[in-house]
């Protein structure tokens, strides 16, 4: 085992610390909504519940791809692990996928977090290729 000579600096450590509770957000907000929990159901509406009741359970699916392998991914930066990147990257698809899907379907009402969601995992990406580059992970 041979330990990294790149260190990285500050920030590197303040994105990823950053990046861990972004994806334990989302994978509170999956497990509130796979599970319906009491307090995740009181943060939405009738009608909200509704939709996101009736959503294919493959799109639930790529929800905890997404969150999962983000928050591995993250934890991966943490650890200045190669292999963040690759997770993060299954993470950002699952992203896509799921987003894809809300907006064409016409559900706009939270454009801002679906947006928000979509430019974080696109920068996780591009951290992490930038990370393995400047020699910060391995």
């Given at each position: 085992m041979t330990a990294n000579s790149n260190k990285p600096p500050i920030w590197f450590w303040i994105v990823s610390v950053i990046a861990i509770l972004w994806n334990a957000m989302g994978v509170d907000q999956y497990i509130g909504q796979a599970y319906?929990?009491?307090?995740?159901?009181?943060?939405?509406?009738?009608?909200?519940f509704?939709?996101?009741?009736n959503m294919p359970s493959w799109l639930t699916a790529a929800f905890?791809?997404?969150?999962?392998?983000?928050?591995?991914?993250?934890?991966?930066?943490?650890?200045?692990?190669?292999?963040a990147n690759l997770l993060l990257i299954i993470s950002l698809i699952a992203v896509m996928?799921?987003?894809?899907?809300?907006?064409?379907?016409?559900?706009?009402?939270g454009i801002g977090m679906t947006i928000s969601i979509i430019v974080f995992a696109i920068f996780l990406v591009w951290f992490s290729k930038k990370s393995i580059s400047k020699?910060?992970?391995?």
């Open positions: 319906k929990t009491e307090r995740w159901r009181s943060a939405i509406t009738d009608e909200q509704e939709t996101i009741s905890a791809i997404a969150v999962f392998s983000g928050i591995l991914g993250s934890l991966g930066l943490l650890l200045r692990k190669k292999w996928v799921q987003m894809g899907y809300v907006l064409i379907q016409g559900h706009f009402e020699g910060w992970i391995s």
